[in-house]
């Protein structure tokens, strides 16, 4: 019995050791987290500034903070694969990157994720818990968002671009058809835009509904078309209810992750106006909508859907 128990020590002891030397062989090889310049920072009130720092940098710019503990393997090799993700999404050290609408959608969608609690992460707040944002904190960034909104948006048709020819659907620059039968398909999701004065309804095809309802959104399968419609808001009336008024323009997001590879997977479109005339002038003004919808990973790619946990 004795030797029994000696061989089963010895097997311990060994594991024990083959764990130690792997773990600090580990550290060697251990990733170091890149810091490329600021080349266009954030800029914005020191109380707003001061709550992304906090709460958003570590992760989402040039000047990661690592702690102690996120420095040792195999955490470090997290901690670095989550932060090269997060500035692909997007990154306040190159915020003048954004043209002027790009960045207040984006100002729109981080205040919105932060009131869902969906940003900062649990995971990482649980950890890093000056992170954590305040009610009041959320309220500082919401009315920020609302001081820098853009007036009410103005339908026109772009000189660059001709409504359809009668009898013919319009055609995006990337060759994405305009969809009139989205008003058939079921509604999976609203959503107010507060910072330009817009409220959508979001439609989705059988086969989007049914990758919501099976949770299979990540990827979506190929087939699935969301069209989000969007109508400028009236004012509210006397008992503070908000209706829609002019319509403002169709969207839409169609999966087809070989035709539209480079971004991501989902080919986008936009027709403004009731002229329904296509929006960008080249194929290229995609990248501007998969570098926005990149901040939505976590759910396809898709803003403002309810998915299965």
Not at 109 to 120: A, L, S
Not at 196 to 206: P, Q
């Amino acid at each position: 019995m004795g030797s029994i128990s000696l061989k089963k020590t010895s097997k311990t002891t060994i594991i024990t050791v083959i764990v130690v030397v792997l773990m600090i062989s580990l550290q060697f090889i251990s990733p170091t987290i890149q810091h490329p310049p600021v080349t266009g920072a954030f800029a914005g009130p020191d109380s707003v500034t001061a709550i992304l720092k906090r709460a958003c940098y570590d992760c989402h710019s040039n000047e990661t903070k690592v702690a102690w503990y996120d420095k040792i393997a195999p955490i470090s090799w997290l901690v670095a694969s989550d932060v090269k993700e997060a500035r692909s999404r997007l990154n306040f050290s190159q915020w003048d990157s954004l043209s002027a609408a790009e960045q207040q959608g984006m100002l729109w969608y981080i205040e919105n994720i932060v009131e869902q609690g969906r940003m900062p992460l649990a995971a990482y707040t649980a950890l890093h818990s000056p992170a954590r944002i305040s009610a009041a904190d959320t309220r500082i960034l919401k009315n920020y968002v609302l001081a820098v909104a853009s007036p009410k948006p103005v339908v026109a048709v772009p000189a660059t671009a001709k409504p359809a020819t009668p009898g013919t659907l319009p055609v995006a620059p990337n060759g994405i058809v305009y969809t009139p039968d989205y008003k058939n398909w079921k509604v999976i999701s609203t959503t107010n835009r507060f910072d330009n004065g817009t409220m959508r309804v979001i439609y989705g095809n059988d086969i989007a509904v049914k990758a919501i309802q099976q949770g299979t959104i990540r990827p979506w399968p190929n087939g699935a078309m969301i069209a989000k419609v969007v109508w400028n808001q009236q004012p509210a009336d006397q008992d503070d209810n908000i209706l829609p008024g002019d319509f403002n323009n169709v969207q839409l997001m169609i999966r087809d992750d070989k035709k539209f590879k480079d971004t991501d997977g989902w080919g986008y479109a936009r027709f403004n106006g009731t002229a329904l005339a296509p929006y960008g002038k080249t194929p290229m003004f995609s990248q501007t909508c998969a570098s926005c919808h990149r901040l939505a990973a976590t759910n396809g790619f898709v803003f403002d859907i309810p998915t299965k946990k």
